[in-house]
């Protein structure tokens, strides 16, 4: 499993265990297997399960609430979350920094990117799915549970619960022309991406598919 720091000058180092205030509005800490990032209203965890890096959110202040991604196994052919085995982190100013994630699952190779706003409190993720065979069959979904905290069925661009805001986005260049709702269900499972549930399935003749999606904590009084 990789871990790397990208700094501004292109350079490629390992993450220090400690990147404090060198963004000015992060606090970024890390051990051999687990990231974490604090700004705004919410602690950004990457963590390493298995094979693969997990992720989850917890907004503090006001009340607590955690959403985690749900990973699938070695052995799934269409994991409900992509898989990533390799993780890279790169600043990009005071009130911005990305993390990078690239692995693979069944028949597809998965890319992603994930910015953190400080500003706005943010979190975009821009995921890809590569078919690695014409018309294989690959998961097409991020998948989160709602862990603690209130949460509330629904559907639509905008989805999640009285904590959570998850908005589906289009891709710009996206071969497919349809952004997929957000699903979240009676159970607290929030889902993004394409599939039956969303209502949207791309044709098999796609090499690549592509999804994006924003978590936002609403602030609570």
């Known amino acids: 499993m990789i871990l790397r720091y990208t700094q501004a000058g ?53 009340g607590s609430s955690r959403l985690c991604s749900l990973e699938g196994g070695a052995d799934d052919a269409e994991p409900c979350s992509p898989a990533f085995q390799d993780l890279w982190f790169e600043p990009m100013g005071t009130d911005t920094c990305e993390f990078q994630m690239m692995g693979q699952a069944g028949q597809a190779i998965f890319s992603a990117a994930i910015r953190l706003d400080a500003q706005s409190g943010k979190v975009d993720f821009e ?32 989805a999640g619960c009285d904590v959570w805001q998850i908005e589906s986005l289009p891709v710009p260049g996206n071969e497919v022309s349809v952004t997929p709702p957000v699903i979240a269900t009676e159970d607290g499972r929030i889902v993004a991406g394409y599939c039956e549930q969303t209502g949207c399935e791309p044709s098999e003749s796609l090499k690549q598919i592509r999804w994006r999606y924003q978590i936002l904590a609403r602030p609570q009084a």
Request: with cysteine; aromatic share 6%; hydrophobic share 30%.
């Open 10 to 62: 292109g350079t490629n180092e390992t993450l220090p265990e400690k990147l404090k205030d060198t963004t000015r509005m992060f606090q970024i800490e890390r051990s051999a297997d687990r990231v974490q990032v604090g700004f705004s209203n919410l602690v950004v965890v990457f963590e390493l399960t298995g094979d693969r890096w997990s992720h989850s959110l917890e907004q503090i202040g006001g």
């Open 127 to 158: 995921i890809c799915a590569r078919r690695k065979k014409p018309a294989a069959r690959v998961g097409m979904t991020s998948t989160y549970q709602i862990v603690s905290g209130p949460h509330g069925a629904g559907g639509g661009s905008n």
